[in-house]
């Protein structure tokens, strides 16, 4: 079952704050956090392997609480290169393999 | 330094047209492999993933095939394509639970 997010969309003027959450209905073994730009392929942003890891690169980063079965992904004094839709991927392990389903992804747009 | 080929980049199919997409990794061993379709403006769905050779999970029932006939090898089929099968189809690969890492896409118009 597929991962909710919310926002499904925001516009940010350069320099504002985002948060994006993403919620799953089953148990997590881990989550991904992706960006794609119009046209591009999905670009890796980050993996959250534990519950209560947070990672943080340059001004994004990202939580994840494993027993609400959430994370949030939080954009700090946004720049127009962050403008594209982000999407979260939660890891289900099957017992045979561990496969990636994406959410439903958050289009951002930061203007001037 | 690993790789992923994807093509080709753009493809345009009347219906009822065979479909054949390939997708080659390079640079790593017994990678998992997937196939994602995205329809425009929409989000990735997940259409096949595979843990090994001949080994095809399917994710949604459809129109389609996938077939993994080298470890490094992922093809995306169909007899008889339906306008349906448009969108923008990404090969990706992994190595368990670590990043994923998508080829550049194959835009299908099926008219």
């Known amino acids: 079952q597929q991962p909710v997010q919310s926002p499904q969309a925001v516009i940010l003027r350069e320099g504002e704050d985002a948060v994006i959450n993403c919620s799953s209905s089953?148990?997590?073994?881990?989550v991904h956090w992706y960006r794609q730009k119009h046209g591009e392929a999905p670009v890796f942003l980050m993996i959250l392997l534990k519950g209560g890891e947070q990672k943080g690169h340059e001004k994004i980063s990202a939580s994840f609480n494993e027993k609400k079965q959430q994370s949030s992904l939080y954009l700090t004094a946004s720049q127009l290169s962050y403008s594209g839709t982000y999407f979260c991927?939660?890891?289900?392990?099957?017992?045979?393999?561990?496969?990636?389903?994406f959410g439903t992804g958050t289009r951002l747009q930061v203007t001037l | 330094s690993q790789t992923i080929h994807q093509w080709p980049a753009t493809l345009v199919q009347p219906v009822g047209s065979p479909l054949s997409l390939e997708c080659t990794v390079e640079?790593?061993?017994?990678?998992?492999l997937y196939w994602y379709r995205q329809a425009a403006g929409r989000g990735l769905q997940l259409l096949f993933y595979?843990?090994?050779?001949?080994?095809i999970s399917s994710e949604v029932p459809q129109n389609l095939s996938a077939s993994r006939p080298q470890d490094r090898q992922f093809i995306l089929s169909s007899k008889k394509l339906l306008l349906s099968d448009s969108g923008f189809y990404l090969c990706?690969?992994?190595?368990?639970?670590?990043?994923?890492?998508f080829g550049n896409g194959t835009r299908l118009t099926v008219t």
């Open positions: 089953k148990a997590l073994y881990s």
């Open positions: 640079g790593t061993s017994n990678p998992n």
């Open positions: 595979s843990v090994g050779i001949g080994q």
């Open positions: 990706a690969w992994d190595r368990g639970n670590s990043p994923l890492h």
């Open positions: 991927g939660t890891v289900i392990y099957t017992g045979t393999a561990s496969k990636l389903t």
